[in-house]
């Protein structure tokens, strides 16, 4: 566990913070470049950035408020108004932000006219090198750790933010394997499956049963 990479004078680097920027640049990186081969409308993307971009800070933020009220319900209304508002504590929800963006963008996307399927196909690569960043930042800073377990790779956290003083369940570990494990996948089924949409139908089968199984342990 490493929460804090480097301090120079009042400026601390987190560990959680600059993965999760590492994992964004390369996800719109890895998606740029899958809208230049496929040839998709690169200006439907510069149309929307900036509402894409409003679209997921608020709706990750308000999302992870809705399901961590405690945290927010500490004192008089400006109190809590002002914990919502401080966005550096680390307070966003991923999924709940990707999903209300990507119903943003397919929204968009289809009141235009353009191919959703193929958008959605753009998507995955990106979405998960993404993803598999972020998971280094969230061990290193132990967050989305899981159960307790007596399993002999169980890790132990030595940080007031994780309420386990027991071995637990390393799902960060788990999560960057079968990220792993999907981002070949798709690689090896998409020469042979041409179908819009299917890469990212198959993404989303695997993602989802991946992170089941992440969240039960």
């Known amino acids: 566990m490493l929460p804090v990479l480097l301090t120079i004078g009042p400026f601390t680097i987190q560990s959680l913070w600059l993965f999760i920027s590492l994992g964004l640049l390369a996800g719109v990186l890895i998606f740029l470049r899958q809208v230049k081969r496929r040839r998709l409308n690169a200006q439907f993307l510069l149309d929307i950035n900036f509402g894409i971009f409003v679209t997921a800070i608020i709706s990750a933020r308000l999302i992870f408020i809705i399901s961590h009220t405690e945290l927010y319900n500490v004192g008089s209304w400006k109190e809590n108004m002002g914990l919502m508002l401080s966005l550096w504590d680390q307070g966003f929800s991923f999924w709940g932000g990707f999903g209300v963006t990507l119903l943003y963008l397919l929204w968009v996307a289809k009141k235009r006219g353009e191919p959703v ?69 798709i690689q090896k089924i998409k020469k042979s499956i041409k179908t819009p949409g299917m890469e990212a139908l198959v993404a989303t089968v695997i993602l989802s049963g991946c992170r089941f199984f992440e969240i039960a342990s």
Do not use: C, R
């Open 117 to 185: 399927k193929e958008w959605l196909d753009a998507m995955v690569s990106g979405l998960i090198i993404g993803l598999l960043i972020g998971k280094i930042g969230q061990f290193l800073g132990g967050t989305g750790y899981g159960n307790e377990t007596g399993l002999p790779w169980g890790v132990t956290f030595e940080s007031a933010t994780v309420k386990y003083t027991v071995p637990i369940h390393p799902t960060q570990i788990y999560a960057i394997l079968y990220l792993i494990a999907t981002i070949i996948g």
